[in-house]
């Protein structure tokens, strides 16, 4: 069973070949559906009272718990962005946290055996109070970003030591460690005690750092990106929904193969707007997919 702790929101999207449109979204959202599709997940969040029922409803129509979403008086999460020609880079145009403001993460009493948990992007302080409502789990994996290594950064310092494994883009793992090289920024965050580290690299793939070595995946080559958002969190979603899934844990290979599901699982996303892809995609094009993939790293 796979937890995540995270948002849940209405996104208003734009993009250089389409006028803004609204959106489902939210780390915990894109997450769950990837997750979804390699077993139960359950979601902790928050949402206002405009939150489409309907979404609620299409999530648990995927074997998404949602139990867990507190649904309080007031407007959801909101983020607007626009993103620029290249797809690659974006601008916030506005974030109205709403809900989330005052939102105080509650686990379900039920829930504490859980035993793969993702702490998407948020507040340290918040992350760990995650942690302590959860008994005993095999793995805690957490993301985080600039705005709480800069704001929060003694609170970082200690989730960084208790969990065992952190994912950060390339712009954040350099600021946090100082380092210039990616490869020397993980080896330096794997002082801190965790097992692995992913450096997420976006279209050019991801690192995976432990105490094996280095091992570097591509993106999954997606012909048009349609809208990149959620595409870290359906990674980590697909990187954790196998490991959920998965006899064991803690080897290379194993960790290797959830990296493979996680590429792929990412390059559906971005095939449409906000998750509508992730609702709609089936076992079927997903297992071809990572065959293709497969075939594509093979060299002989």
């Known amino acids: ?42 979601i902790v969040s928050i949402a206002g009272d405009d939150f489409p029922p309907d979404a609620l409803r299409r999530l648990e129509a995927r ?6 979403i507190r649904i309080a008086p007031g407007k959801t999460f909101r983020w607007s962005g626009k993103y620029l020609a290249d797809m690659d880079h974006r601008e916030t145009l506005a974030t109205d946290l709403n809900v989330a403001a005052s939102w105080e993460p509650e686990v379900p009493p039920a829930w504490s055996d859980t035993r793969v ?26 993301d985080t970003m600039d705005y709480w290594i800069e704001s ?3 609170e970082l310092d200690a989730l960084l030591r208790e969990v065992d494994g952190i994912l950060m883009n390339e712009d954040e793992i350099r600021m946090y460690t100082g380092e210039a090289s ?12 965790p097992e692995f580290i992913i450096v997420k690299k976006g279209a050019h793939g991801a690192l995976l ?3 094996w070595g280095v091992d570097a995946l591509p993106a999954y080559p997606v012909a048009r990106v349609c809208d990149p958002t959620g595409a870290g969190d359906s990674f980590a979603g697909g990187f954790l929904g196998y490991l959920g899934a998965a006899p064991s844990i803690r080897d290379r290979e194993t960790l290797k193969r959830a990296l493979a599901r996680a590429a792929c699982v990412a390059s559906f996303n971005v095939e449409d707007f906000g998750a509508a892809r992730l ?22």
């Open 117 to 142: 948990v993702f702490l998407a992007n948020g507040s340290p302080r918040f992350q760990r109070a995650v942690m302590a409502q959860v008994a005993a789990p095999d793995i805690v994996v957490c």
């Open 279 to 300: 609702e709609s995609l089936t076992a079927e094009e997903f297992q071809h997919r990572v065959r293709e993939y497969a075939r594509m790293l093979s060299i002989g």
């Open 182 to 193: 990616s490869i020397r920024a993980a080896q330096n965050l794997l002082s801190l005690g």
């Open 209 to 211: 750092a432990t105490q």
């Open 152 to 154: 929060e950064r003694a």
């Open 63 to 68: 074997g998404i718990d949602t139990a867990g």
């Open 1 to 42: 069973m796979v937890l995540v702790a995270g948002t849940t929101a209405i996104d208003t999207i734009q993009t250089p070949d389409s006028a803004p449109r609204e959106c489902i979204g939210g780390s915990a959202v894109h997450f769950a559906y990837a997750a979804a599709l390699f077993g139960p997940v359950r």
